[in-house]
């Protein structure tokens, strides 16, 4: 069972930047484990923010493309997301995740349905 922890939330200002970890335990290993980032904002459905499969393919959502940066380090067990040039609209909590095996389909690195480990999130918050 893969236990998952994000960090790195917080608050800041339209145009700042974030970084989020999130660590792997209860696992040797996480080479074998496509992992993504994910957020969720009140009242509305979770939603594929990055996914990196592994072997380091990555794929990000429309609304953060070009601005966050997914990246992972096996030897550590974490998996990275560099958050710059933030918006209001990136408010929401942001979730790690990770699944056994390559993803099949590159939207299967941004759909919910396709992962299986989840960690309890990390909120982020920007003002504008």
């Known amino acids: 069972q893969v236990q998952l922890d994000e960090s790195g939330g917080g608050s800041v200002q339209s145009g700042g930047s974030l970084r989020l970890s999130c660590v792997a335990s209860e696992v040797p290993s996480i080479n074998h484990y496509r992992m993504g980032w994910f957020r969720q904002a009140p009242g509305k459905e979770r939603e594929g923010v990055a996914g990196?499969?592994?072997?380091?393919?990555?794929a990000y959502g429309d609304s953060v493309e070009g601005r966050f940066t997914i990246s992972r380090d096996n030897a550590k067990h974490t998996l990275y997301l560099q958050m710059n040039d933030l918006e209001p609209e990136d408010t929401a909590t942001y979730y790690c995740a990770a699944e056994a095996g390559a993803a099949a389909h590159e939207w299967h690195l941004l759909a919910p349905p396709h992962f299986s480990y989840w960690g309890l999130g990390t909120q982020v918050t920007v003002s504008s």
């Open positions: 990196i499969d592994t072997n380091g393919h990555t």
